[in-house]
């Protein structure tokens, strides 16, 4: 009766061990499949390669101040320079806009557009931008820009190219049409008298939401060849909307699989 009793005993240990493995092993494999669920929201790594041009969408350089309102658009200079070095190191060259319009474009071609005319693009960006020998578009509003005519001349100098941001970056559907005519076309002329070039690129403030058929229509004949706005993605060639031009934000707290993941797939977060 004892042995019997001895044997029963250890089998039903062995079935309690069993038991326990088996549910550590199912939490285990619930939370592989909870984390990978997180992770693929977070990094769209499953994602097709979309074909196309990356227009990066900068705004500020540096560290955001305390009262900053929108602290996710400021892109610290070590971020910057670190995805700087991305494109340099994976072939990537930077075209101008008005490459685009001439249409000869080299193998990986990238646009590297800045919006407002925040002093730090000037301060923080354009060295890292000389550094790396990359060329930009910063879009102007002209009469909130913090660069001064000199600052943005030496910019011009060394290759960058300016489009305007309107003259007060105002909401362009929330206010009168002659006023937002006004916007589009002052701005360009007070560029292209200050910088003596011909303007050919606009961006819209508040991007997404703030243009619609009419504004795109002011833009054209107010004689700009391109606008850009802030929805997401690629611009696929051929172009077929010219003045609706996708681009990829670039947030602060990126790092650098979001910024490959953007420039691959259009997009890095869901
Ligand atoms: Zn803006």
Redesign the pocket.
């Known amino acids: 009766m004892e042995v019997k009793k001895k044997i029963f005993g250890k089998k039903k240990t062995e079935k309690i061990y069993y038991h326990r493995e088996e549910k550590r092993m199912y939490l285990l494999l619930i939370f592989t499949i909870l984390w990978s669920i997180a992770f693929s929201c977070r990094w769209n790594w499953w994602r097709r390669n979309k074909p196309g041009i990356p227009i990066l969408m900068y705004?500020y350089i540096g560290f955001a101040p305390k009262e900053a309102q929108n602290k996710k658009l400021w892109v610290s200079a070590k971020k910057f320079r670190q995805q700087m070095a991305y494109l340099k190191k994976h072939g990537v060259t930077s075209v101008t806009f008005k490459e685009l319009k001439n249409g000869v474009l080299p193998d990986k071609p990238v646009i590297i557009t800045f919006?407002?005319g925040r002093e730090n693009n000037y301060t923080e960006a354009f060295p890292i931008l000389k550094e790396y020998n990359f060329k930009a578009c910063m879009?102007l509003?002209t009469q909130k820009c913090e660069i001064s005519i000199e600052q943005l001349k030496e910019m011009q100098i060394y290759g960058l190219e300016f489009g305007s941001?309107t003259k007060t970056?105002p909401n362009l559907l929330k206010i009168s049409e002659s006023q937002a005519k006004e916007e589009i076309d002052i701005s360009r002329k007070e560029l292209e008298e200050g910088l003596n070039t011909r303007i050919i690129v606009f961006?819209y403030?508040?991007?997404a939401g703030a243009y619609n058929e009419k504004i795109k229509q002011m833009v054209k004949d107010a004689g700009y060849s391109f606008a850009c706005g802030i929805k997401q993605g690629k611009v696929t060639l051929p172009i077929t909307d010219n003045y609706s031009l996708r681009r990829l934000l670039v947030h602060g707290n990126d790092n650098i699989f979001d910024f490959m993941l953007n420039l691959k797939k259009g997009r890095s977060r869901l």
């Open positions: 705004h919006d407002d879009f509003p941001h970056h961006s403030p508040y991007g």
